[in-house]
């Protein structure tokens, strides 16, 4: 079992930044990969970003060159940076992680970004 806590949203006006923090406990060592998710009001859950294990990231095409997703393993947290934010950037962010087969998912956090 895997168990993510997030935190770090809230709200912002166009251009800034913030960062979403991701904190993993449990069996992380079974972690094959975290990411972010987005889901605005009434849509579907959509992919940020992601990292493996080793380290690998991808990202959404709307996310290139604005967010990155580092990640710490020492307090075992991935984290996801979001600069030049906009207003289409708002819902709410879930963290995710992979492992052993299974997804697990965090409880969310609001970003809302004002124009």
């Known amino acids: 079992q895997v168990q993510l806590v997030e935190s770090g949203g809230g709200l912002v006006q166009a251009g800034g930044s913030l960062r979403l923090s991701c904190a993993a406990s449990?069996?992380?060592?079974?972690?094959?990969?975290m990411g972010w998710f987005r889901q605005a009001p009434g849509k579907q859950r959509e992919l940020v970003a992601f990292?493996?294990?080793?380290?690998?990231?991808n990202y959404a095409d709307s996310k290139k060159g604005r967010f990155t997703i580092p990640r710490d393993d020492a307090k075992n947290t991935a984290y996801l940076q979001m600069n030049s934010l906009k207003p289409e950037d708002t819902g709410v962010y879930f963290c995710?992680?992979?492992?052993?087969?299974?997804?697990?998912w965090g409880q969310g956090t609001q970003v809302t970004v004002s124009s």
């Open positions: 449990g069996s992380i060592f079974s972690i094959n990969s």
């Open positions: 995710n992680a992979v492992a052993q087969g299974k997804t697990y």
């Open positions: 990292i493996t294990r080793g380290g690998t990231t």
